[in-house]
């Protein structure tokens, strides 16, 4: 069983900024990539960004230049600086970590929004 810890979620102004965590523990093998999603009211869940155990990351368009994605070394914690924040960037942000030979495992989500 694997468990997904997620914080730094809240309120902020518009060009405010939030780090998100997400905390890995459990029965973790050899973890591909970690990342973030996030779901607004009404819309689908779409990838934010995501980094690989190499270190290469990827970023939704909405998110470059604004949002930068990070791991610790031991690959059990992932980051998400978020600057420059907007009001469509209100959504609720889910930690996900792909494992291999176990699949996918999703955090409970915690909740950004961004108010004027």
């Known amino acids: 069983q694997v468990q997904l810890v997620e914080s730094g979620g809240g309120l902020v102004q518009p060009g405010g900024s939030l780090r998100l965590s997400c905390a890995a523990s459990?029965?973790?093998?050899?973890?591909?990539?970690m990342g973030w999603y996030r779901q607004a009211p009404g819309k689908g869940r779409e990838l934010v960004a995501a980094?690989?155990?190499?270190?290469?990351?990827n970023y939704a368009e909405s998110a470059k230049g604004r949002f930068t994605i990070s791991q610790d070394n031991a690959e059990t914690t992932v980051y998400l600086q978020m600057n420059s924040l907007k009001p469509e960037d209100t959504a609720v942000y889910y930690c996900?970590?792909?494992?291999?030979?176990?699949?996918?495992?999703w955090g409970k989500g915690t909740l950004v929004t961004v108010f004027s």
């Open positions: 996900n970590i792909k494992i291999i030979l176990q699949g996918d495992y």
């Open positions: 459990g029965s973790i093998g050899s973890v591909t990539t």
């Open positions: 980094i690989s155990r190499s270190g290469y990351t």
